[in-house]
């Protein structure tokens, strides 16, 4: 795969938009407000990384993103709505920017809309379910003389998208976790990097500690400049 594929490069697509655009690329310490959100391309802040991980691989429970209060999906997206009167409301899920008015909510569920859509069009047309929350970012180059950076999930757990009256819902998927096989195939080829073992699948088990062991592990397989971030992200990957 190419870089172009969100597998090898997670960002691929706001990055190339930005370069067509000749802007520079937004920084982690701008306010909220002048952050751009990526389309088809959310940052799930909390709960973090080990805690949602276990949330999905053993609870099983839905999680919610923000809402507005006495509103439905549809009333924010497309309703005649006065901007004074929303009152916006956290859900389970906080997602990096959060959104404060309706404005940043507006633009939340555009996003949520496009993942959920483009989801159920790949699968009705490939029967291949592609939205996936990635645990762990791998910032790497393709080699020492490069000076371009690029940004890889490690792992990846399906999720179901659904809209719910008053909030967009994140539900687990019937399948299991899985490592990013695209990459673990690059840094064996390339570079002699052997992906660890992702253990699952253990009754007596804590699946928090099953991610944290193998970011762990994988950590202690970096060489400098490469870094290991542990961010959780939700878009489709295939």
Not at 52 to 73: C, H
Not at 118 to 127: A, H, L, P
Not at 138 to 162: F, M
Not at 196 to 225: C, H, I, N, S, T
Request: a negative charge; proline letters at 7%.
């Amino acid at each position: 795969l190419s870089r172009r594929n969100r597998l090898i490069d997670l960002e691929t697509g706001r990055r190339l938009r930005l370069e067509s655009m000749e802007e520079p690329e937004p920084c982690a310490d701008r306010p909220p407000a002048e952050r751009r959100r990526s389309r088809r391309l959310i940052r799930i802040a909390e709960p973090g990384p080990c805690e949602l991980y276990e949330i999905l691989s053993r609870d099983g429970r839905a999680l919610r993103f923000a809402g507005a209060r006495r509103l439905t999906v549809d009333d924010v997206q497309f309703g005649a709505v006065e901007e004074e009167r929303v009152e916006v409301v956290p859900g389970d899920l906080a997602v990096d920017p959060e959104p404060a008015d309706l404005d940043g909510l507006r633009d939340l569920y555009r996003t949520l809309d496009g993942l959920r859509r483009g989801t159920k069009t790949i699968f009705e047309e490939q029967g291949v379910h592609t939205l996936f929350i990635a645990f762990g970012v791998l910032e790497w180059r393709e080699s020492d003389a490069s000076s371009e950076t690029l940004r890889s999930p490690l792992v990846l757990v399906p999720v179901r998208l659904e809209r719910e009256g008053a909030k967009y819902e994140l539900r687990p998927h019937e399948d299991g976790p899985e490592v990013n096989t695209a990459l673990a195939y690059r840094l064996q080829h390339d570079f002699g990097i052997r992906f660890p073992e992702l253990e699952e699948d253990r009754d007596d088990a804590d699946e928090r500690d099953d991610l944290r062991k193998f970011l762990e592990a994988f950590r202690a397989l970096l060489r400098p400049p490469w870094r290991l971030h542990e961010e959780t992200w939700l878009s489709q990957f295939s």
